[in-house]
């Protein structure tokens, strides 16, 4: 079997990995010039890094990652609303890792050469079309100026590239742009103080205004940490149509973020002076799509973002497209037929990350700070009084089940 790749994110480069751990030929196909590394912090869930782990990446990761301790929910006034322990500390086998997007590709991007060659990663390739057959699948590349450049030949074809996928684009050619809920994303990062435990991850307001702060790697000396931030504020009532895609990470403008975060006091550590401090950050619309009625389609499947982004609440993306790539490998490696394994594969990952769409769009476990500052908009003596623990444990743990990361054993990963 052989298993063409379309795109060369977190998603299809952990695909590769699997496909290589199971015995299973691919090769992967990005747009880009080059993979370099982009982006700002993340959070990959236990559930995630487990699958990771069984690839032989944990010591790697924990050599460029900051391992999360303790969550703070807090309303917008900077009082606690909710308080967890993450990762290790809170019962799984393998850490919550909080680390720059740019640097969990790049280990498993290193992996990938190492394991299947950089012969099998093809930069600046982006897909113009596929035709498949009842013996496999054919994909047509062509390079930026639109010259053609490679006509590739496989039994699958997956799609895990983006949110603006080609693959997806041709599955479902009447679907549109993504749905844009009108809330913009200004994220950057700084050496900074470390604030309580050097690993703790705050969360302050609730979906239509929120800041976000966390340490994603070490500082330029013991007493700081390169520290993550994001502030999401709704902008627009979310009918509009998204800003165009090149506009999608532009840079930020400090005069129209600061504004917004004065709305905000954060106890633990100087968010405007922290954001004042970052030279350049960057903003975003916060996107997602429509949970799709099916992925696959003969011998072509999606993957990721690609089959089911979703808004940045939950810590949820990265870890949903890795656990993807474990559950298409798994289906592969032990079906008769490769389209056996894509329905397998669909049926048993589309159910969930649909309703991890659709409660990313009510706020996920975030919702809790909603579900209070509803309730008690200009603060709170004790929360107890304004929402019980027993509630504000159901919105957290319910989509803590939801989205396969409560603390309970899971899958054996395999290993590389």
């Not at 099916?294 to 939950?314: E, F, I, N, Q």
């Amino acid at each position: 079997m052989k298993v063409i790749i379309v795109g060369g994110g977190i998603g299809g480069l952990t695909t590769a990995l699997m496909l290589r751990a199971r015995g299973i030929a691919c090769e992967l196909f990005e747009q880009s010039d080059s993979i370099r590394e982009l982006g700002v912090g993340i959070n990959t869930l236990p559930h995630a890094i487990r699958e990771l782990a069984g690839l032989g990446l944990l010591q790697k990761l924990d050599d460029v990652a900051v391992r999360t301790d303790v969550l703070y929910y807090l309303n917008r006034h900077g009082q606690e609303v909710w308080k967890e322990a993450r990762g290790i500390e809170a019962g799984h086998e393998v850490p919550q890792f909080s680390i720059h997007r740019g640097r969990l590709q790049s280990v498993i991007h290193r992996a990938v050469e190492e394991r299947l060659g950089r012969e099998a990663i093809h930069t600046g390739c982006r897909l113009g079309a596929f035709s498949q057959d009842e013996g496999g699948v054919t994909a047509y590349f062509f390079d930026r100026t639109g010259h053609h450049t490679q006509t590739v030949r496989g039994d699958i074809l997956i799609g895990a590239d983006g949110i603006h996928s080609r693959v997806r684009e041709m599955l479902f050619p009447e679907e549109g742009p993504p749905c844009w809920n009108g809330l913009m994303l200004w994220r950057g990062a700084r050496d900074w103080p470390v604030f309580l435990s050097g690993r703790s991850m705050i969360v302050a307001g609730g979906l239509h205004a929120k800041v976000v702060v966390y340490p994603i790697a070490e500082g330029s000396g013991p007493a700081s940490r390169l520290t993550n931030w994001a502030v999401l504020v709704k902008v627009g009532d979310g009918n509009a149509p998204p800003p165009r895609r090149e506009d999608w990470s532009r840079p930020g403008k400090r005069e129209e973020l600061m504004p917004h975060v004065a709305r905000f006091s954060v106890p633990h550590v100087d968010v405007p002076g922290l954001i004042a401090a970052t030279p350049e950050f960057y903003e975003y619309p916060t996107c997602d799509r429509d949970p799709l009625p099916w992925w696959s389609a003969g011998r072509v499947t999606l993957l990721g973002d690609a089959a089911h982004p979703m808004y940045p609440v939950g810590s949820n993306g990265a870890s949903q497209a890795i656990l993807d790539a474990r559950c298409l490998a798994d289906a592969l490696a032990r079906s008769e037929h490769p389209r056996q394994a894509l329905m397998e594969y669909q049926q048993k990952r589309l159910p969930m990350t649909a309703e991890i769409v659709r409660s990313n769009r009510r706020g996920g476990p975030e919702g809790v700070i909603d579900a209070v500052e509803q309730l008690a908009p200009d603060g709170f003596d004790n929360v107890d009084n304004v929402l019980s623990y027993v509630q504000r444990e159901a919105i957290v743990r319910g989509y803590a089940s939801k989205a396969g990361f409560a603390a309970v054993p899971g899958l054996t990963a395999v290993r590389a």
